[in-house]
């Protein structure tokens, strides 16, 4: 069973960083892609950025250059680094792993921009 578990979130002003994390464990071997997506009041959940198997990254346009996704293999740990904030960045935040073409989600995390 695949268990992941977000941390992080919280609120910051626009231009402040946060970094969120979400803790995985071996039960992740095998994955097709980890990645992190958001879902804002009234809208679709949406990809924020993803890491392939192979280590290619995708980043949703809206993101690129200020979010950074990465991963510390030995702490079973994906990273989504956010800089340069913007409150349309306002969202709950997903973590997510599709393995053998099962897709498990994290409870989300919580993250506002505003000042």
């Known amino acids: 069973q695949v268990q992941l578990v977000e941390s992080g979130g919280g609120l910051v002003q626009p231009g402040g960083s946060l970094t969120l994390s979400c803790a995985t464990s071996r039960s992740i071997f095998g994955f097709r892609t980890l990645g992190w997506y958001r879902q804002a009041p009234g809208m679709e959940r949406e990809l924020v950025a993803s890491?392939?198997?192979?280590?290619?990254?995708n980043y949703a346009d809206s993101v690129k250059g200020r979010f950074t996704i990465y991963r510390d293999v030995v702490k079973y740990t994906v990273y989504l680094q956010m800089n340069s904030l913007k409150p349309e960045d306002t969202a709950v935040y997903y973590c997510?792993?599709?393995?053998?073409?099962?897709?498990?989600w994290g409870q989300g995390t919580q993250v506002t921009v505003s000042s």
């Open positions: 997510h792993v599709e393995k053998f073409g099962n897709h498990y």
């Open positions: 890491i392939a198997v192979g280590g290619d990254r």
